[in-house]
Structure formats: structure tokens, C-alpha cells
């Protein structure tokens, strides 16, 4: 009889530690997905939903448009070819007045379309010049700006997903998943591209290929996403907060700010007291309160910027640093109105 092999008991241990985190890793992938893949199968159901509608009255549109010509086919050939008048035609269509005005429309909108496209022609030579010049003027403007600093990590995806998922749960909830979105930004590559010469010929892709990697369900509601993005950036200019400082630190719910029992920057209990002012009386739909930070930035509504300024001067008055505390205390117990 041979001798039975010697077992090494190190590496019996080592092969099953291994076994114990693979497992523990499939476990917690197989969590992972359970909480999150059907939050991604929605949100791309949901787009492809709306791609098909939009297809669907676009062919309904086409077809109605090609029924018309049909009817008025006979007339635009008349009309195309022998030149006739409105008499001539009233004659001939035997005093058909409804046909000869749906003819009328047919005619003005394919006579829209030729001028559209002789413009065209005109403008194309010089359109590629002024907007290469517009375009590195923009590019020239923002790198005398220097690029943003923010206070908080990089989100990770589960991060972004989860606020994503309560995004409509209130208007502290809306800003907070813009200010994610806003943060992002500083963590990805969007610099300029350029070519041989040194001529600008593109930008990197930023939150946009960061998404397409990373939440492809996201990705194709960019526009969406880009929408909280520049709300969360609106609300920074309203409140008055300077980088590094996010806009979810005007929430005042421990997320940004650190715990509750931490008293931030006086510019931040300020910001805080003017984000209270903006959220009071604001309906509960990310849309209005996107409505109301548009309002307050525009500079044609005399009204809301006079009333923005009141209240910027208002409590730069009444919160102090002797203050701030009592203020901060007062304003976490204070619900967002969302």
C-alpha cells in the first residue's frame, strides 16, 4: 500500500479563508443588486417609454402631413408648373374653397422650408468661424476662474443612487442630490482638449462619462440629473456660499456640516437662515423650487432680488458670532417646509 499524501492544515485554513470571502463577497453583491438593479430598470423603462411616445406622435404628425399633400397634390402641380393665379385656381377647383385654404397652408410651409434652407446656406460659411471664436472666448473665460474646491468625499455611486431614489421625498432631499452631482465635478476630468497647434477641439467627458461608466441608468437621464445639478448650484449663489463649502451644508441635518451637535461657520448659519427663507411657502415638487431660486436670480424680477437683498441684510444684522449658536440650535429643530 503507498502512502496517503500529507494534507499541509495551513493551507487547508488558507483555502477556506478564501472560499469565506468569496462567499461573503457574492452575498454582498447579490444585496447590491437587489436594492439597486431595479431602481436602474425603472428609470431606464421609464425613458424608453417616453422615446416610443415621442416616436409615435412624430409618425402620427408625418402621416397626417403626407394625407395633406395627398389631397393637394393635384393643385400644387397646377399651381408649380402652369403658374396660375387665385382665380384661375378657384375656377378650376370648382369653387372648392376648404381644399384651396389646407393647399394655402401646405404651400406656405413648403415655402418656409426653402427659405430656411437658402439662409442656411448663407450663414454655413461663417457659422464654424464664430462659434470656434465664440467657444474659445467661453473657454478662455473659465480658466481665469479656478476650478471649484469642495469640503466633501468623492460620492460613490451607491451614494448618488440612494439620493436619486429620494430625490422627490423633499426639497432638503432635492438639494441634496444636486449637491452630490455638484461635488462630483470636482473629482472627474472634464479639461480641454486640444490638437497639434494648440487649438481647443473638445472637452473631456466629466459627470457625463463618469455616469455612462458608472450608472448607465443615469446617463440617459443626464438632462434630469443636470437639472438638479444646476439647482444645487443656483442655491449656492441665493444663500451666498463660497467654495469650498457645498450646498448641501445649508440643510443642517449633519450630512455636510458634520453632527448636529457641531456649530458651523457663521457664512453657513447665514446661508442656512436665507435657505429657510427661499423653502418657506414653496410647493412640494423639486419644479417649484427650481421656479423659486430662478426667480430670485434673475435680475429682471425687481421684486424677489429687493426681497433676496432684505433678507441678506437681515441676517447679517441679527446673526453674530456671539449668536450664531442659538440661531444654528434653533434653525436644525426648524423643519425645511419640503
Known amino acids: 500500500m503507498g502512502r496517503r499524501p500529507r494534507v499541509n ?3 487547508m485554513s488558507a483555502t477556506k479563508a478564501d472560499n469565506g470571502q468569496a462567499t461573503e463577497a457574492d452575498s454582498r453583491l447579490a444585496a447590491w443588486l437587489a436594492r439597486y438593479e431595479p431602481v436602474e430598470r425603472e428609470i431606464i423603462e421609464a425613458h424608453e417609454r417616453r422615446i416610443a411616445n415621442r416616436a409615435r406622435r ?47 397652408r401646405w404651400l406656405g410651409a413648403g415655402a418656409a422650408r426653402r427659405v430656411d434652407r437658402a439662409q442656411s446656406r448663407l450663414r454655413r460659411p461663417l457659422y464654424y468661424a464664430r462659434e470656434r471664436a465664440r467657444r474659445e472666448a467661453l473657454a478662455e473665460e473659465r480658466r481665469r476662474v479656478g476650478g471649484r474646491r469642495t469640503t466633501s468625499p468623492c460620492p460613490t455611486r451607491e451614494d448618488i443612487l440612494e439620493a436619486w431614489i429620494h430625490r422627490r421625498d423633499s426639497h432638503a432631499a432635492a438639494v441634496r442630490f444636486g449637491s452630490m452631482v455638484h461635488d462630483l ?11 497639434e497647434a494648440g487649438a481647443i477641439v473638445g472637452r473631456r467627458g466629466g459627470v457625463k462619462a463618469w455616469l455612462q461608466e458608472n450608472i448607465p441608468a443615469l446617463y440617459v437621464r443626464y438632462t434630469t440629473v443636470m437639472r ?53 411657502g414653496v410647493r412640494g415638487s423639486p419644479t417649484a423650487l427650481m421656479e423659486r431660486l430662478d426667480a430670485l436670480t434673475n435680475p429682471q424680477r425687481v421684486k ?26 434653533w434653525m436644525t429643530k426648524k423643519r425645511d417646509g419640503g
Open 228 to 280: 438638479y445639478k444646476a439647482m444645487a448650484k443656483k442655491l449656492r449663489q441665493v444663500v451666498g456660499l463660497a467654495d469650498p463649502v457645498p450646498a448641501e451644508a445649508v440643510l443642517g441635518d449633519g450630512h455636510a456640516a458634520g453632527t448636529r451637535a457641531e456649530i458651523p461657520d457663521l457664512a453657513v448659519v447665514r446661508a442656512r437662515a436665507v435657505w429657510l427663507e427661499v423653502v418657506a
Open 185 to 195: 465635478e470636482c473629482y472627474v476630468d472634464n479639461s480641454l482638449l486640444r490638437d
Open 304 to 329: 424677489d432680488a429687493n426681497m433676496l437683498a432684505g433678507w441678506r441684510a437681515k441676517y447679517e444684522n441679527e446673526i453674530t458670532v456671539r449668536m450664531k449658536s442659538r440661531w444654528w440650535r
Open 58 to 104: 412624430r409618425a402620427e404628425a408625418a402621416r397626417r402631413f403626407a394625407a395633406l399633400c395627398e389631397a393637394t397634390e393635384g393643385f400644387a402641380v397646377v399651381w408649380r408648373r402652369e403658374g396660375w393665379g387665385v382665380r384661375e385656381m378657384l375656377r378650376w377647383a370648382d369653387g372648392d374653397v376648404p381644399t384651396l385654404l389646407a393647399l394655402t
Open 9 to 11: 492544515p495551513a493551507a
